[in-house]
């Protein structure tokens, strides 16, 4: 085995000479927070839309007869979820994060999408949202997320 010479560059890590000192604003996150506690009440009523938006583009999915105009119906199953998995958890409904989490993964996977493996997720979703199953100590919300992980993994 031949060895090469080596050479080590040692990056300059400038980045706090060009911010100078970082300093936190307690009484802004303070605001941040209480701000973000009001609009957590409010995530149940605005998260119907996107439980509208997921069973519409499911919906098209389904009708869907041209292989493009059905991949992009997926693709907009895919943007919903995604945009619910990023807020279930910021607004206290981690398990609409998880189940969206794992939806995502599915909807992105390689080869095609089975539409009667999605429509469980969905129902989850709305069981979810309809009752208020915020937190994560819920068992029926753990149980439902392991049996959509579960029915995913089998699927391959």
């Known amino acids: ?3 090469a010479d080596v050479e080590y560059i040692k990056a300059p890590t400038a980045l706090r000479q060009k911010t100078g000192a970082v300093t936190l604003d307690l009484e802004a ?4 927070e209480k701000h973000l506690a009001n609009l957590s009440s409010e995530y149940v009523f605005w998260v119907e839309n996107d439980l509208q938006k997921l069973r519409q583009a499911f919906d ?3 009708a869907a007869t041209d292989p493009n105009a ?6 907009a199953l895919f943007v919903v979820a995604h945009d619910m998995r990023g807020q279930g958890t910021t607004f206290g409904y981690p398990f609409v994060s998880q189940i969206c989490d794992i939806l995502c993964r599915y909807l992105k996977r390689e080869g095609q999408v089975d539409l009667l493996l999605v429509s469980p997720f969905i129902d989850a979703l709305r069981a979810i949202v309809n009752n208020r199953v915020a937190g994560e100590s819920d068992p029926i919300g753990q149980a439902m997320v ?3 992980q579960m029915a995913v993994t089998k699927r391959g």
């Open 29 to 32: 996150i303070a605001r941040a």
């Open 60 to 62: 098209d999915a389904s």
């Open 70 to 75: 059905r991949n992009e119906h997926v693709e």
């Open 146 to 148: 392991k049996g959509l």
């Open 1 to 3: 085995m031949i060895m």
